[in-house]
């Protein structure tokens, strides 16, 4: 998993509420186990039209927003299903963290395991920065990790809490198979003592 410390971005502004996975990746783009290439279906029934085409007053149609990095959006984001394949899409299409008032747990917990920073900040200052990314692409936001700071372009900062276990995760790029590999040596040394404590076994 990659790591995450510090990004500066552009970011994209999603005021909708109770934005929920099926709307992030629908379901018949579910059929893969593999997390590269669902970027390209992230929010497909509000990007494509029926026949494919893109639809041009979306956010992330928009030239300023194509390469954005961040969302901000409404609360409840990433409500309903507990699909994994949500925070792939989010990730694989570039973007690295969301900023919103409130989120679905399933779907905030599986953000952390994917590379994901998803910040919880009050309305006022989700609105706030709603109306920085409004300015489009000269509008860099700036999101620290270690010091759980978000600074909108114009220099305003904004803290936010992290669990500290799943901060040292993120920061480190650690899922759970890297947090089990971390104990390799341990893992290793246990199953010797078990094999030559029942090597019948």
């Given at each position: 998993?990659d790591?995450?410390?510090?990004?500066?971005?552009?970011?994209?502004p999603?005021?909708?509420v109770?934005?929920?996975?099926?709307?992030?990746?629908?379901k018949?783009?579910l059929?893969?186990?593999k997390?590269?290439?669902l970027?390209?279906?992230?929010?497909?029934?509000?990007?494509?039209?029926?026949?494919?085409?893109?639809?041009?007053?979306?956010?992330?149609n928009?030239?300023?927003?194509?390469?954005?990095?961040?969302?901000?959006?409404?609360?409840n984001?990433?409500c309903?299903?507990?699909?994994?394949?949500?925070?792939?899409?989010?990730?694989?299409?570039?973007?690295?963290a969301?900023?919103?008032p409130?989120?679905a747990d399933?779907?905030y917990?599986?953000?952390?395991?994917?590379?994901?920073?998803?910040?919880?900040l009050?309305?006022d200052?989700?609105?706030?920065l709603?109306?920085?990314?409004?300015?489009?692409?000269?509008?860099?936001?700036?999101?620290?990790?270690?010091?759980?700071t978000?600074?909108?372009?114009d220099?305003?900062?904004?803290?936010?809490?992290?669990?500290?276990?799943?901060k040292?995760c993120?920061?480190?790029g650690?899922?759970?198979?890297g947090?089990?590999?971390?104990?390799?040596?341990?893992?290793?040394?246990f199953e010797?003592?078990?094999?030559q404590?029942?090597?019948?076994?």
């Amino acid at each position: 998993m990659d790591k995450f410390d510090t990004l500066t971005g552009i970011a994209a502004p999603m005021p909708l509420v109770n934005i929920d996975t099926d709307m992030i990746i629908p379901k018949q783009f579910l059929k893969t186990i593999k997390r590269s290439g669902l970027g390209a279906n992230l929010f497909d029934e509000m990007r494509f039209d029926r026949q494919g085409n893109e639809i041009p007053d979306f956010v992330l149609n928009k030239p300023q927003y194509r390469e954005a990095e961040i969302l901000v959006a409404g609360e409840n984001f990433g409500c309903g299903s507990s699909r994994e394949h949500a925070p792939w899409a989010i990730k694989d299409f570039g973007i690295r963290a969301v900023i919103a008032p409130s989120y679905a747990d399933i779907f905030y917990n599986n953000c952390f395991k994917n590379g994901i920073i998803p910040i919880v900040l009050p309305q006022d200052q989700v609105d706030a920065l709603m109306k920085d990314a409004e300015k489009g692409a000269n509008a860099r936001m700036t999101i620290d990790l270690e010091a759980q700071t978000v600074t909108s372009s114009d220099g305003d900062v904004f803290s936010f809490e992290v669990d500290s276990f799943k901060k040292h995760c993120l920061m480190n790029g650690l899922d759970d198979i890297g947090l089990t590999m971390e104990k390799s040596a341990s893992i290793k040394s246990f199953e010797e003592a078990a094999s030559q404590a029942r090597p019948w076994v």
